[in-house]
């Protein structure tokens, strides 16, 4: 099946900075991503819909000034949690469906990323 | 959007055949139902879906109710590495546009070797 990766899989990092999550569909274009936030013994939480080209689309409840999403290409999609604080902690995790050009699909699954660990200190 | 509902948790041996029942009352006639898995800390996984008739593939078989109301993922002989929280989810049926998966709470499924 298609493949989507994550980098980093896990990051420390001090209250108030910013960190840089990335998801990239490795051999298949995806002109929409996912990208979701699962706390520890939750289910998952869509954050928001990552379009390549355009504004992302956030779900309610989630701030777009604080979660940066930025889809610059067919196969990369990033999330930037800006001052992050300690109840930012959470596994990111993001997903994309194959594509064809022609925007129509070319199978019904959706590939997910091997998520991101979060851990604001 | 039409809601699932699902066990909190299932548990069996190893080796054995595991039923995972999802009940999904309001379903629409356009709606597909999805099952995805996830093993601990990690994303999750692509299992199985259909729309009314039962489905088979490598991983695991999906029996759907004749009223659509209900489904059941079967495991045909689980082994440890099946243990995960497995989601069942519906899915409109789009030609075109992106869906997002709304994820319930699903089924923490334990085997036991």
């Known amino acids: 099946g298609a493949v989507v990766s994550q980098h980093p899989s896990w990051v420390i990092c001090k209250s108030g900075t910013s960190v840089k999550i990335e998801c990239r569909s490795l051999d298949f274009q995806a002109t929409t991503m996912f990208w979701y936030r699962q706390f520890p013994k939750q289910s998952l939480m869509l954050m928001a819909t990552?379009?390549?080209?355009?504004?992302?689309?956030?779900e309610q409840g989630v701030e777009k000034d604080k979660f940066l999403i930025n889809h610059a290409s067919l196969t990369l999609s990033t999330l930037t949690v800006t001052s992050a604080h300690p109840e930012d902690s959470s596994f990111y995790i993001c997903?994309?469906?194959?594509?064809?050009?022609?925007?129509?699909?070319?199978?019904?699954?959706?590939?997910f990323g091997p998520g991101t660990r979060l851990t604001v200190t | 959007d039409a809601k699932t509902t699902q066990p909190n948790s299932m548990e069996s041996n190893e080796e054995e055949p595991v039923h995972l029942p999802c009940n999904h009352s309001t379903i629409s006639g356009t709606d597909y139902i999805h099952w995805y898995r996830q093993l601990p800390s990690q994303g999750p996984e692509y299992v199985i879906h259909g729309l009314t008739s039962n489905v088979n593939n490598r991983m695991a078989s999906l029996a759907i109710a004749e009223d659509r109301k209900s489904s059941t993922l079967i495991l045909h002989r689980a082994t440890l590495r099946d243990a995960a929280v497995y989601y069942c989810?519906?899915?409109?049926?789009?030609?075109?546009?992106?869906?997002?998966?709304?994820f319930g709470q699903g089924t923490r499924l334990t085997i036991n070797p």
């Open positions: 990552s379009n390549e080209g355009s504004k992302a689309t956030y």
């Open positions: 989810i519906l899915r409109k049926a789009l030609v075109q546009g992106a869906q997002k998966l709304v």
């Open positions: 997903s994309a469906r194959d594509y064809r050009t022609s925007g129509i699909p070319t199978s019904y699954e959706q590939y």
